[in-house]
C-alpha cells in the first residue's frame, strides 16, 4: 500500500464529511431541519450500496483498485455538482408526506438521488479496506482523521459563508483524491484515470453553481408571492440564512396573542425568517414612545408587565426585539438581552439601514446586548432580574411540529430552576406559548415549571404559579415566592380588560372561569388543576399527548408525540387530522420503516453471491461478521448522536456542537484505529471481543459521568465532556479495524460484506438514535450504544474453528487480502 492511496483515502474522506454537512445546511434552507436529516441519512445508504456491489464484483474491481478508485472519486466530483440541482426537479412537497403517498414516492426519489455521491465514496473507500486488508488500522486512521478534518472545516466555513459556495470546493477535493492514487503508478497505468479527472476540472471549475431555493411552501416563499414583497437584507451565520423582507403593498402585522379587544393596530413591521422559517416581526416605530407600538401592551405576553413597577428585564432571545420594546414602554430600568447570534444584533443594530422608519431598540441607554447563551448567563455571575422573559419569537418555529426533535436547552427543568435562581425577591418568569388543541406545550411548560420549583425545595407549587390565556396564545408566570393576592386580582384585571382568560391563579376565589375562549372537552385549566392535583404522574401518563417535563436529559420542549395516539391515526388519517400531531416525530419513524428494508436489502443480497456455507464453520464466521459490525455501525452512531446533542445543551450553537463533536470523536477514534496494531498485532477474535467490550464499558460508565456532570457550571462541564468524548472515542477506533484484520486474515471474501453491513447499521442507527433519545433520554441512548458494543465482544467471543487459524499466521506488513 502506497502512502499516496492513504493520503486518496482521507482527502476523499474529508470531502465526503464535508459534504455531509454542507448538505444538511442546503436542505434544512430548502426543507425543514428533520427533512434534511432524513433525506441526508438515507442517502449514506449509497456506502451500503457499494459494500454490495464490492462483494458481488469483488475480484474484478480489485484487479484495478487504482483506476476505479480514481473513477469513483472522479465520480463524486461530478455529482457533487449534479445531484442538488437534479433533487430540486423531483419537486418534493414535506408538509404532504405524512399522507400523500405520491410524495412519499418522490421523498424515495430524493434520497437516491443524492445517494449517487455517497455511493461512489463507499466504493472508493471500501476498495481500498478490501484491497489492503491486512492495514485496516493504517486507512481507517486515515478515513477518520480526514473526516474529522472535512467536518470541522465545513463547519468553520458555514458559520461565515453560504452552505452552497462550499460545494466547489468540496467537488475540487474529490478530484484531488483521485489523483493522489495515481502518484508513483506506472505512466501507462494512469492515463485512462487521468483523462477522465482532466475532463471533470473544467466541468467542476466552469460557471455559477445552483444555490438552494427554500421550498415554495415554506413560510419566506409564501410570504415573496405577496405582490411588492422584497428581500431587504440577509446574513449567513452559525444559526443559519437571515432573511429580512418588506412588504410595502401589504404590511406585515404579525403579533400573535394581540387581545381581540386592543385599540392599537400592529405597527407595520419587517419580517425575519431564518432558514425560511418565520416570521419574527420587526416593527417600525421612530422609538418607544411612537404610538405604532402601542399594540405591544395588549397582547398576552404583557402580563409580567402590569405586575410591577420599573423592573429590571432579561429577555432571553432577541427575536425582533419586541419583547425589549415592550419592556421599556413598561418602563423598565433596566433590560439586558441574551442573544448568541451575532447577526441578529447586527440586523437589529443596523435597522435604520435596513429601513429608514426601523428604530433599533438596542439603542436605547437601558438596553445591553449579553452575547452568548441563555445558559451561559443563567448559571455564572450574580446578577438579578424582576422579570426574564422567553417569548416565542426565540424559536423561529417551524410548521406542524416539523421542529419536535430539536433540543431546546432553555426550556428545560434545569434551566427554568436556573432562572428562579437569579429572581429578586418577588420577581417572575414568564414563559409564552402557542395553543393547539388538545392543549399540550403549555401543559409541557407547567409541568416543566412544577418540576423546577421542586428542585428548589418548593412543597406548594401552585401557589407560585399562575396562566393566562388567549386565544391562540398563553403565558404562564412563575415565582419563586408566592403570588401575593393582590397580584392575582391585578392579573385577572389585566385578562378581563383585554379579553383574555386566567385559566389557571393560586387562589381559587379569585379566578373567574375561562368563559370567554371555550374549548370542546378538556380545558387548559383542566390540565394545569390534574397536574396539581394528588395523582399528577397519573394524568400525565394517561394523557393523549407527551407532556412530561423537559429536561437536560430530554431536552425537547416542542415535542408532544405519544404512542397513545397511534389507535387513532388511522382515524385522523382520514379526516386530514394528522397536522394535530408532531410530523417531526412521525418523519423519523417513516425514515425508520425505510431504512430497515434497503439495509435488509443490501445486506441479504450480497450473501447469495459469497461462498455457499458447507460446513458450519462458514455459517459461524458470517453470522458472526454479520452481528458483530451491525452493532458497532449502530454503537457508534448511537454514542456520535448522543454526543453532539449534549453539546447543543452546552455549547448552544447547534453547528459549533456538531463540528465539536464530529471533528472530536472522529479524530480521536482515528488515532485509536491507527494504534490498533500495537493493540493487538495478532488481530485474534478475542482481541477484538476484548476492544469491543472495553468500549461498552466505558460508554456505561460515561453515562453515569455524564449525569453528575449535568449540575456543573457550563464553563465547566463542556471541556469536561470534550475530553471524556476524546477517551472514549480514542477506544472505540479500535473495534473496526481489528475485525477488519481479522475477517481479512481468515474470510477476506467477508471484507466487502462487512463493508456494507457497517453502512447500513450506520445510517440506521442515526434515525434510531433520534427515535429513542426524545422518547426516553439522552443517557438512556448512551446505555443502549453499550449494550450494542457488548454484543459486539459476544458476537467476537463466539467460538470458531477459523479462529485457530488466524491466531497461528501472523499478519506480515505486505500481506494483501
Given at each position: 500500500m502506497t502512502p499516496w492511496l492513504a493520503a486518496g483515502v482521507g482527502v476523499l474522506a474529508g470531502a465526503a464529511l464535508a459534504y455531509q454537512v454542507v448538505l444538511t445546511r442546503v436542505y434544512s434552507l430548502a426543507y425543514w431541519q428533520p427533512y434534511a436529516f432524513l433525506i441526508i441519512s438515507m442517502a449514506l445508504l449509497g456506502i451500503g450500496a457499494s459494500g454490495m456491489v464490492l462483494s458481488l464484483w469483488r475480484d474484478r474491481l480489485l484487479a484495478r483498485t487504482p483506476w476505479v478508485f480514481a473513477a469513483a472519486a472522479a465520480a463524486f466530483a461530478l455529482l457533487v455538482r449534479v445531484c442538488p440541482a437534479a433533487s430540486e426537479a423531483v419537486a418534493f412537497n414535506p408538509l404532504e408526506v405524512i399522507w400523500d403517498l405520491g410524495q412519499q414516492v418522490r421523498l424515495l426519489a430524493l434520497c437516491l438521488v443524492l445517494a449517487a455521491p455517497f455511493f461512489c465514496v463507499g466504493l472508493a473507500l471500501g476498495l481500498a479496506l478490501t484491497r489492503h486488508g491486512d492495514r485496516a488500522g493504517r486507512l481507517y486512521l486515515f478515513d477518520l482523521l480526514g473526516s474529522g478534518c472535512g467536518a470541522l472545516a465545513a463547519v468553520i466555513w458555514l458559520s461565515a459563508r453560504p452552505a452552497a459556495d462550499a460545494l466547489p470546493w468540496i467537488a475540487w477535493g474529490g478530484l484531488a483524491a483521485g489523483l493522489?492514487?495515481?502518484?508513483?503508478?506506472?505512466?501507462?497505468?494512469?492515463?485512462?484515470?487521468?483523462?477522465?479527472?482532466?475532463?471533470?476540472?473544467?466541468?467542476?471549475?466552469?460557471?455559477?453553481?445552483?444555490?438552494?431555493?427554500?421550498?415554495?411552501?415554506?413560510?419566506?416563499?409564501?410570504?415573496?408571492?405577496?405582490?411588492g414583497a422584497k428581500v431587504v437584507a440577509e446574513r449567513t451565520g452559525p444559526f443559519g440564512d437571515l432573511t429580512v423582507i418588506e412588504s410595502p403593498a401589504v404590511p406585515l402585522r404579525h403579533a400573535p396573542g394581540l387581545s381581540l379587544t386592543a385599540p392599537a393596530v400592529p405597527a407595520e413591521q419587517l419580517g425575519l425568517f431564518r432558514d425560511g422559517l418565520g416570521p419574527v416581526a420587526l416593527p417600525l416605530a421612530a422609538g418607544v414612545a411612537d404610538d405604532r407600538l402601542a399594540y405591544l401592551d395588549h397582547q398576552i405576553a404583557a402580563a409580567p408587565h402590569r405586575l410591577m413597577s420599573a423592573p429590571s428585564v432579561l429577555v432571553l432571545g432577541l427575536g425582533g426585539g419586541t419583547e425589549v420594546w415592550r419592556a421599556l414602554r413598561a418602563g423598565a430600568h433596566?433590560?439586558?438581552?441574551?442573544?448568541?447570534?451575532?447577526?441578529?444584533?447586527?440586523?437589529?443594530?443596523?435597522?435604520?439601514?435596513?429601513?429608514?422608519?426601523?428604530a433599533s431598540p438596542l439603542a436605547d441607554r437601558r438596553v445591553t446586548v449579553l452575547p452568548g447563551t441563555a445558559r451561559e448567563w443563567l448559571t455564572q455571575g450574580v446578577d438579578r432580574w424582576d422579570v426574564i422573559v422567553l417569548s416565542p419569537e426565540t424559536g423561529f418555529?417551524?410548521?406542524?411540529?416539523?421542529?419536535?426533535?430539536?433540543?431546546?436547552?432553555?426550556?428545560?427543568?434545569?434551566?427554568?430552576?436556573?432562572?428562579?435562581?437569579?429572581?429578586?425577591?418577588?420577581?417572575?418568569?414568564?414563559?409564552?406559548?402557542?395553543?393547539?388543541?388538545?392543549?399540550?406545550?403549555?401543559?409541557?411548560?407547567?409541568?416543566?415549571?412544577?418540576?423546577?420549583?421542586?428542585?428548589?425545595?418548593?412543597?406548594?407549587?401552585?401557589?407560585?404559579?399562575?396562566?393566562?390565556?388567549?386565544?391562540?396564545?398563553?403565558?404562564?408566570?412563575?415565582?419563586?415566592?408566592?403570588?401575593?393576592?393582590?397580584?392575582?386580582?391585578?392579573?385577572?384585571?389585566?385578562?378581563?380588560?383585554?379579553?383574555?382568560?386566567?385559566?389557571?391563579?393560586?387562589?381559587?376565589?379569585?379566578?373567574?372561569q375561562a368563559a370567554r375562549h371555550r374549548a370542546a372537552g378538556a380545558t387548559l385549566r383542566d390540565g394545569i388543576e390534574a397536574m396539581l392535583s394528588a395523582d399528577p404522574t397519573g394524568f400525565v401518563n394517561a394523557y393523549k399527548f407527551d407532556i412530561r417535563p423537559a429536561t437536560d436529559d430530554r431536552p425537547y420542549a416542542h415535542f408532544g408525540f405519544s404512542w397513545r395516539l397511534v389507535p387513532d391515526l388511522p382515524a385522523l388519517l382520514a379526516q386530514g387530522g394528522l397536522t394535530v400531531l408532531d410530523t417531526g416525530y412521525l418523519v423519523h419513524g417513516a425514515a425508520l420503516a425505510l431504512a430497515v428494508p434497503l439495509s435488509l436489502v443490501l445486506i441479504l443480497v450480497p450473501v447469495a453471491f459469497l461462498p455457499r456455507p458447507t460446513n458450519p464453520v462458514r455459517v459461524v464466521t458470517k453470522l458472526r461478521t454479520l452481528l458483530f459490525f451491525l452493532a458497532i455501525g449502530l454503537g457508534f452512531l448511537l454514542v456520535e448522536i448522543a454526543f453532539i446533542e449534549r453539546l447543543i445543551l452546552s455549547l448552544g450553537v447547534p453547528l459549533h456542537a456538531l463540528g465539536a463533536g464530529l471533528a472530536g470523536m472522529l479524530v480521536m477514534a482515528g488515532l485509536g484505529a491507527g494504534w490498533s496494531r500495537r493493540f493487538a498485532p495478532m488481530a485474534s477474535a478475542a482481541a477484538v471481543a476484548v476492544a469491543a467490550g472495553t468500549v461498552a464499558v466505558l460508554i456505561t460508565g460515561l453515562a453515569a459521568g455524564l449525569a453528575w456532570l449535568s449540575p456543573a457550571d457550563f464553563q465547566v462541564r463542556w471541556p469536561m465532556e470534550m475530553a471524556a468524548l476524546a477517551v472514549v472515542s480514542f477506544v472505540m477506533g479500535l473495534p473496526f479495524p481489528l475485525a477488519l484484520r481479522h475477517v481479512s486474515a481468515t474470510t477476506p471474501g467477508l471484507v466487502p460484506w462487512a463493508w456494507a453491513i457497517n453502512g447500513c447499521a450506520s445510517v440506521v442507527g442515526a434515525v434510531l438514535a433520534t427515535l429513542i433519545a426524545v422518547q426516553i433520554g439522552l443517557g438512556a441512548l448512551l446505555l443502549v450504544a453499550a449494550l450494542m458494543y457488548a454484543v459486539a465482544a459476544g458476537a467476537m467471543a463466539w467460538p470458531c474453528p477459523r479462529d485457530r487459524f488466524a491466531a497461528r499466521a501472523p499478519l506480515l506488513p505486505g500481506r494483501q487480502a
Amino acid at each position: 500500500m502506497t502512502p499516496w492511496l492513504a493520503a486518496g483515502v482521507g482527502v476523499l474522506a474529508g470531502a465526503a464529511l464535508a459534504y455531509q454537512v454542507v448538505l444538511t445546511r442546503v436542505y434544512s434552507l430548502a426543507y425543514w431541519q428533520p427533512y434534511a436529516f432524513l433525506i441526508i441519512s438515507m442517502a449514506l445508504l449509497g456506502i451500503g450500496a457499494s459494500g454490495m456491489v464490492l462483494s458481488l464484483w469483488r475480484d474484478r474491481l480489485l484487479a484495478r483498485t487504482p483506476w476505479v478508485f480514481a473513477a469513483a472519486a472522479a465520480a463524486f466530483a461530478l455529482l457533487v455538482r449534479v445531484c442538488p440541482a437534479a433533487s430540486e426537479a423531483v419537486a418534493f412537497n414535506p408538509l404532504e408526506v405524512i399522507w400523500d403517498l405520491g410524495q412519499q414516492v418522490r421523498l424515495l426519489a430524493l434520497c437516491l438521488v443524492l445517494a449517487a455521491p455517497f455511493f461512489c465514496v463507499g466504493l472508493a473507500l471500501g476498495l481500498a479496506l478490501t484491497r489492503h486488508g491486512d492495514r485496516a488500522g493504517r486507512l481507517y486512521l486515515f478515513d477518520l482523521l480526514g473526516s474529522g478534518c472535512g467536518a470541522l472545516a465545513a463547519v468553520i466555513w458555514l458559520s461565515a459563508r453560504p452552505a452552497a459556495d462550499a460545494l466547489p470546493w468540496i467537488a475540487w477535493g474529490g478530484l484531488a483524491a483521485g489523483l493522489l492514487v495515481l502518484i508513483g503508478l506506472p505512466r501507462r497505468r494512469i492515463v485512462p484515470p487521468l483523462v477522465l479527472i482532466a475532463g471533470l476540472a473544467p466541468l467542476v471549475g466552469q460557471g455559477d453553481w445552483p444555490r438552494p431555493q427554500p421550498s415554495p411552501y415554506k413560510p419566506l416563499s409564501l410570504h415573496l408571492t405577496v405582490a411588492g414583497a422584497k428581500v431587504v437584507a440577509e446574513r449567513t451565520g452559525p444559526f443559519g440564512d437571515l432573511t429580512v423582507i418588506e412588504s410595502p403593498a401589504v404590511p406585515l402585522r404579525h403579533a400573535p396573542g394581540l387581545s381581540l379587544t386592543a385599540p392599537a393596530v400592529p405597527a407595520e413591521q419587517l419580517g425575519l425568517f431564518r432558514d425560511g422559517l418565520g416570521p419574527v416581526a420587526l416593527p417600525l416605530a421612530a422609538g418607544v414612545a411612537d404610538d405604532r407600538l402601542a399594540y405591544l401592551d395588549h397582547q398576552i405576553a404583557a402580563a409580567p408587565h402590569r405586575l410591577m413597577s420599573a423592573p429590571s428585564v432579561l429577555v432571553l432571545g432577541l427575536g425582533g426585539g419586541t419583547e425589549v420594546w415592550r419592556a421599556l414602554r413598561a418602563g423598565a430600568h433596566r433590560v439586558d438581552v441574551v442573544e448568541p447570534d451575532a447577526q441578529l444584533v447586527s440586523v437589529l443594530t443596523e435597522a435604520r439601514r435596513v429601513h429608514v422608519e426601523a428604530a433599533s431598540p438596542l439603542a436605547d441607554r437601558r438596553v445591553t446586548v449579553l452575547p452568548g447563551t441563555a445558559r451561559e448567563w443563567l448559571t455564572q455571575g450574580v446578577d438579578r432580574w424582576d422579570v426574564i422573559v422567553l417569548s416565542p419569537e426565540t424559536g423561529f418555529g417551524g410548521a406542524a411540529g416539523l421542529q419536535s426533535t430539536q433540543a431546546t436547552p432553555v426550556r428545560t427543568v434545569e434551566a427554568v430552576a436556573a432562572m428562579l435562581a437569579r429572581l429578586t425577591p418577588g420577581g417572575m418568569v414568564a414563559m409564552t406559548t402557542g395553543l393547539r388543541t388538545p392543549p399540550r406545550d403549555t401543559l409541557r411548560v407547567v409541568s416543566t415549571a412544577l418540576a423546577a420549583l421542586s428542585v428548589h425545595g418548593i412543597a406548594e407549587p401552585g401557589r407560585h404559579l399562575a396562566v393566562i390565556q388567549g386565544w391562540d396564545t398563553a403565558t404562564t408566570l412563575i415565582k419563586a415566592v408566592p403570588f401575593a393576592p393582590s397580584e392575582i386580582t391585578a392579573l385577572s384585571a389585566f385578562a378581563g380588560s383585554s379579553g383574555f382568560d386566567l385559566a389557571y391563579g393560586p387562589d381559587s376565589s379569585t379566578v373567574e372561569q375561562a368563559a370567554r375562549h371555550r374549548a370542546a372537552g378538556a380545558t387548559l385549566r383542566d390540565g394545569i388543576e390534574a397536574m396539581l392535583s394528588a395523582d399528577p404522574t397519573g394524568f400525565v401518563n394517561a394523557y393523549k399527548f407527551d407532556i412530561r417535563p423537559a429536561t437536560d436529559d430530554r431536552p425537547y420542549a416542542h415535542f408532544g408525540f405519544s404512542w397513545r395516539l397511534v389507535p387513532d391515526l388511522p382515524a385522523l388519517l382520514a379526516q386530514g387530522g394528522l397536522t394535530v400531531l408532531d410530523t417531526g416525530y412521525l418523519v423519523h419513524g417513516a425514515a425508520l420503516a425505510l431504512a430497515v428494508p434497503l439495509s435488509l436489502v443490501l445486506i441479504l443480497v450480497p450473501v447469495a453471491f459469497l461462498p455457499r456455507p458447507t460446513n458450519p464453520v462458514r455459517v459461524v464466521t458470517k453470522l458472526r461478521t454479520l452481528l458483530f459490525f451491525l452493532a458497532i455501525g449502530l454503537g457508534f452512531l448511537l454514542v456520535e448522536i448522543a454526543f453532539i446533542e449534549r453539546l447543543i445543551l452546552s455549547l448552544g450553537v447547534p453547528l459549533h456542537a456538531l463540528g465539536a463533536g464530529l471533528a472530536g470523536m472522529l479524530v480521536m477514534a482515528g488515532l485509536g484505529a491507527g494504534w490498533s496494531r500495537r493493540f493487538a498485532p495478532m488481530a485474534s477474535a478475542a482481541a477484538v471481543a476484548v476492544a469491543a467490550g472495553t468500549v461498552a464499558v466505558l460508554i456505561t460508565g460515561l453515562a453515569a459521568g455524564l449525569a453528575w456532570l449535568s449540575p456543573a457550571d457550563f464553563q465547566v462541564r463542556w471541556p469536561m465532556e470534550m475530553a471524556a468524548l476524546a477517551v472514549v472515542s480514542f477506544v472505540m477506533g479500535l473495534p473496526f479495524p481489528l475485525a477488519l484484520r481479522h475477517v481479512s486474515a481468515t474470510t477476506p471474501g467477508l471484507v466487502p460484506w462487512a463493508w456494507a453491513i457497517n453502512g447500513c447499521a450506520s445510517v440506521v442507527g442515526a434515525v434510531l438514535a433520534t427515535l429513542i433519545a426524545v422518547q426516553i433520554g439522552l443517557g438512556a441512548l448512551l446505555l443502549v450504544a453499550a449494550l450494542m458494543y457488548a454484543v459486539a465482544a459476544g458476537a467476537m467471543a463466539w467460538p470458531c474453528p477459523r479462529d485457530r487459524f488466524a491466531a497461528r499466521a501472523p499478519l506480515l506488513p505486505g500481506r494483501q487480502a
